[in-house]
């Protein structure tokens, strides 16, 4: 059942948040598309003392005050090309994005900067389409920041466990771009020209600011709840050695997310608790304790050795992106690297680490202490961390996992 459709009796014995009015929560929100989806929600944000981060939204930390400078004198234009193909698949993306107004056009003038767009064929037909950011990154702080993989969800699981996991729907879009910085995500495609008004895929910082909304939110159903939860990006995987307690917290921590006004995609979700678990593309087995890869896994390995096979072959690489913005790129290697940066589940002990601040010294200190349990938790780093060379590796499995072919 839906946060809106329950009665505001029913949502005080949640139990994770205080009593509080909670009115606009219990008010159909007008439909205006995914983007920016939380700022409609401000009221709950109040909870955790989100509404400043929130109404902010995602902006761009530029290196100094020349890189504005620099990219106004390298602004050109950098038009979608592709086959016939791709432009009806891009077409169809691109009018997605105006009916949820994730972009809105605008006028040429009005872009401080344009990053080229295209699209990439992804497994059973489907498509992505990219916004290459890389020459803005360039004027961008670099912030290291690393997300969870398999071994913090070894870390996490108990024998005997039984897991549930859900997945939120185009995640990225639910913030805002700080107006001001919006013409600094243009792009231009069919002779016309569009920004970004939710914070797109492809800056090196959207990953940060959705992982900072989204521990806000956690943090606080951690503290009252005995669920543990581990979140990669935009999937959470909940675990707990009671089946039925499980089921019902997971149950109750989807309408939690629903009143921040994160989109719950329910045909990705198993709320049904399991000793059997998908994720991060892995079959967890939580009563033998091992691990084997799920079948989408082993298909998107082979449509990738595909596409390596395919652009080994000089006469085959027809698709490299012209030089635009002093940058030339294959789009094969530039989607490995946004593959990489969403999908890095690597075997790396360390935690979330985050630069980007909320509301106050108590929520930051808060989800500092997060670090030291295994979940998403986010910190401050250090001034003058500038690599991962003091991480300490570990094996990829210890001796109480092994490993199914």
Known sequence: MGIQNRTKEEIHTLEIFPRTPMEEILQPQPNTGMRGKT????ETWKLVKGVEFIQKGFFLLFKGED?????????????????REKEIAYTEKLEGELRENIIEQIHP????????TFIISKPHQKWRKILDA?????????????????????DLIRKGDWGTSLDLKSAFYHLIVYPPHRPYLAFETMG?????RAMPFGTQHSPIFFAQALAMVITNIRRKSDIRILNYVDDL??????KERLRKQTLIIMEILEAFGWTIAQEKCEIEPKQQINFLRWTWD???????????????????LRQAEFFKSPSKRSFSLHKVNGLSKDECIEEQGMEREYDSTQ??????????????????????????RGSDGIGRIPEGLKSDSGAVNRRYFSPTWRMEQ
């Not at 995987?237 to 009671?242: C, G, I, R, V, Y």
């Not at 680490?353 to 997060?370: A, H, K, T, Y």
Request: proline share 3%; glycine share 6%; with cysteine.
């Open 39 to 42: 700022i409609r929600y401000l």
């Open 67 to 83: 890189s504005e400078k620099r990219l106004q004198e390298k602004l050109r234009i950098c038009p979608f090309s592709g086959s």
């Open 109 to 116: 003038e009005q872009a401080k900067w344009f990053n080229p």
């Open 134 to 154: 890389s020459a803005l990154n360039q004027e961008i702080q670099t912030i290291h920041f690393k997300m969870n993989g398999t071994d913090q969800v070894r």
């Open 192 to 196: 016309k020209v569009y920004q970004y």
């Open 237 to 242: 995987l909940l675990l707990h050695l009671n």
């Open 286 to 304: 939580l009563g033998k304790m091992h691990i084997k890869m799920t079948d989408l896994k082993k298909q998107e390995l082979r449509f990738q």
């Open 347 to 372: 075997g790396n002990p360390s935690r979330a680490l985050l630069v980007v601040g909320s509301d106050s010294e108590e929520q930051r200190n808060d989800i500092g202490s997060e670090n030291s």
